[in-house]
């Protein structure tokens, strides 16, 4: 494999940014959401207190002020919680035939529209990411979830596995802080349709949505015990999945911690899927339609400040086309809103905690003394609450760090190739395998790359698209099983053989 | 007149589709249960595993290319070598198991159509598990199957057989190219096997047949990073089983359990989907 010549930035690019029009701010009030100044846990469908009556603050991460308290569950709770789910499932939720199951998730997917607009602010306000990804991405994609998953429920005979299914039991899951109530969505609703009964963790950083979905459970009139959400930081997590009482553990996380959790459960019965981390290749050809290229490289990282597990963190262009690629690219950039979460023009919000944004900067500075080239946008950054500029990093060669390893943060890299081989070589060079966009108006080449990619999922002349029915996961260190469609079923599934 | 002597056969593996020792040279010694000399059988070595998994990636590489159709066709192909060889087959059979000539022969001809049962699945398998997805918007999303590589799987230890074809097939017939741990105790079977794959139309590497002891292969197997899957489908020991399991997690290895600890699974979802990734393409549409 030849060496691809490292792309140099044209000295004459403004470090500032070209002139913007002016908009208004267009601030969403908080007013529709009633944010509690404590919040309990949520189990056996009633709030309960911490048994040790700890709590810990949440912040919210644009202005680093406190947004409310979250209990800390202690091991006693994660019995407690467990147990009632055991309970639920042996009684209440076994009792519910399929068709019953159905409409009460049809009934969740119905109220979360109704209380949109509230779940929408609160999610923006604890995450930090923009109005706009929450209201047109994170909300309706959850109740879309809950709306396709309610229509499996009584179903499950057709859904085309080779025996008689019957659910798992109690499935503990330990969600993420990037999409909150979009990963309860993905967990909570297969789990639910299939007959399990679940215990919740949301991520320490974001439960807001979490704890307002408890109270859909209670208008929902979802039976006491099915769903139970505990709140805390990783130690919570770690004696949740390791609990004796738990039949199937659902991660969304970092490799690093599904790695411990695969060791945990081994020699267990649990069942176990893993979906964690990724590097995705954004993969653009020569022959590619280049302003819907930048559109979509730009998307793929900056969406959601690059807090994505599939984010199209490395761009890998065709040589030919690099250098005035990566111009327009940097010209698209500067236009980049940053700042407030709340105002709908915001591109970009915050980085979700100070540990990520340091982790982040560190990456970085780390990228440039290895020799990489950085660009950012010359934009003002607010003084309180966490940010990080988009960021640019060229000159990388496949072997460097930065190229293999998952920043999390809107941080793209960049890496040239010469030939369709090379670039699903540089596309696979990684532990990782979750996702890749490939860019190119010529339709068999677009396929003949997607079938070479190790990658679970592959976006052709798009990127960051998602839907419930549309399997999601990845190969390799990215994890195991899938979310959405038929194969987000298998889960929470028992087949049995047909004698 | 001179009795005549049997020509016993040497007990060979078969790695990168040749029969051949491991090259550590080491045998163990196997008995029948009357306790009378029954072969010396290869024990494979740490080096013979990575040897059969390099020549089980090269194998994917190819076995994962040849059209699904052809795969059928393949393995119908090595059901009917095995057919041939019935009889030398149910006699290997029953003197591992202690059965009658008669329960190996009925054992024998069920794994001979256990074969030609999942031949069968190569070039359905695709269809059964892909899907359209309806989603909104000028975009078209649809998923599915890919076999998922180098499947490293462990055969039963007490069904010298069946448990072979059992572990072997549903790997091979979702396009994997797989490297399979005969059982232990009772490995001459899988060695006729072996035999029988070597002469069948697979590519090199496709199937590699190792024999030796348990407990020192599995860990590097479960260990090795180019193994996509570990199926400890024949793992009797839990302690085996989970020491292969914490060595799997270190490179977030798919693990399938051992076949006492699945739920009354047998041919169901692990012979469907235990081997396989699922892919979801997205495509814009649009003028």
Redesign the interface.
Known sequence: MSKASPTTIPASLPASPPAVWEYAPALESSDVVSIAPSYDLFIDGEMQAPSSGEYFTSLNPATGESVTQFAHASVEDVDRAVATARRAFEGAWSAVSPAERAKCLFRIARLLSERSKEFVVAETIDNGKPIRETRDVDIPLAIGHFAYYAGWADKLEWA????ATRPVGVAAQVIPWNFPLLMLAWKVAPALACGNTVVLKPAETTSLTALLFADVCRQAGVPDGVVNIITGPGDVGRTLVAHPGVDKVAFTGS?EV??QI??A???T?KRLT?E?GGKGANIVFDDAAVD?AVEGVVRGIFFNQGHVCCAGSRLVVQESIAEEFLSRLQSRTSLLRVGNPLDKNTDVGAINSSEQLSRIARMCDAAESAGAVRWSPGIALPDEGNWFAPTILSGVSTSDRIAREEVFGPVLSVVTFRTPEEAVSIANAT?YGLACGVWTDKGAK?AWV?DR?S????????YN?F?P?????G???S??G?EG???GL?AYL????TP | MTLRAAVPKTALMLVNGRLTQSESTRTYELSLPDGSFAGNVCQASRKDVRDAVRAARAGYKAWSGVPAAQRTRTLYRVAELLEERTGVLAEEVARAEGISRESANTQVGEAIDRVVWFAGWCDKMVQVLSSTNPVPGPYSSSSGPVPAGVAAVVAPNQSSLLGLVDAVLPALSSGCSVVALASEDRPFPAITVAEVLATADLPPGAVNVLTGVAGELVPVLAAHADVDVLDLWGVESSDLAREAEVLAAETLTRVLPPHHRTHREGRSSRTLRGFVETRTVWSSVGK
């Not at chain 1, 085309?160 to 025996?163: D, V």
């Not at chain 1, 679970?456 to 798009?462: K, Q």
């Open positions: 085309g596995f080779p025996g490799t599904g790695r695969a060791r459960l081994a020699g019965r893993l964690l819907e532990p677009a997607a990619l990658s679970g999922v592959v976006w052709t002349n798009t698209l839907d029915s549309s399997p999601f996961g190969f390799r260190e994890g195991y899938r469609g038929v194969p298998e028992n087949v049995e053989e």
